[in-house]
């Protein structure tokens, strides 16, 4: 899996076909889905429009997407693999996660809520179950690996575990703010890939790009906030998953290189801010935490 990913967590159909396809332009190979998305379609398009502009080659390229809560029943792991595939225009996928280990209701509803507003969980179902049927797209052979998101190192270890096919990577939110290094160590022993999302910390303050400790490296040695922050997370073992609609961003977040290691050692020892930015991971339910400034 190429460390730098570009996630396409776009709002906008239009937004997330030039981001794409910029994205492919500046050098990311890696793209992170989901049918949660609900843009998958305009992924494809773009990654048809830079197949056919000799850019690249399906096989030059490493995509990820994500079962969605409603899909959780094993019967319906299939057909949301197969209608993630047709939405992206692709024969295979390289890795597919379940995007959350909470089972919402079976149904076409990827919301669904009771007379009060609140989520409806499935009781009928286990997490261990889910996993066996994606064990079993493996098996078909159009999944390559299989993963989770948003789990606890508790739930990781379940899985771990008791799969006949070991989880090849894990995505949690992860950032100078909020390094998981228990479950990167983990992970590490086990040969299991972390992927961070939201490595910038989403643009949310406390912002990871002001952090006197990132600015200072910065400055130091010549790069932006970003790319110290980027530089950060594929050195000390993880994958990144960044998103921008900003030309200019994503071009400087694929323009990263090595930190000296007295800089990796400031990040670890000297940030003592600790934020999580987003509540999916006690919820299931998707959203960064607003936070006023
Ligand atoms: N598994 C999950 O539950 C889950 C949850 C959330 C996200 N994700 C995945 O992770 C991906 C990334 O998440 P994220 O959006 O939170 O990532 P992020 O890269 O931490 O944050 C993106 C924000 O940072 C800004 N930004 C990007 N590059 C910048 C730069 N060089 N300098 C300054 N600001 C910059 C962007 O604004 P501009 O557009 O203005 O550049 C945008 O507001 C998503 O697309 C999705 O694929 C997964």
Redesign the pocket.
Known sequence: MPAL??????PGATETRN?TRTALEAGFRH????E??RNEEQVGEAIQQAIQADLLTRQDLFI?T?LWNNNHRPERVQPAFESSCDRLQLDYIDLY?I??PFAFQPGDEQDPRDEHGQVVHDSGVTLVETWRALEDLVDGGRCKSIGL??VTLERLKEIVAVSRIKPAAV???S?PYLPEWHLLDFCREHGIVV??????????EPR??DDPVITSIAQRNHK????V??AWAVQRGTA???????P???R??FEISALPEDAMREIRDHIKTSVR??S??GTGV?G?IPRSK
């Open positions: 990913g570009f996630g396409t967590l776009i981001a793209l992170d889905c989901a949660r998305y990820t994500k996660l995007h959350t998101s948003d995505q949690v939110e950032h992927q961070a999302f939201a490595p910038l910390g989403h643009a949310m990871v790009v932006t906030p970003a790319q922050a980027l990144f998953l960044t998103t921008s609609t900003s200019r961003h994503i400087e977040n930015f987003n999916v991971v998707p960064f």
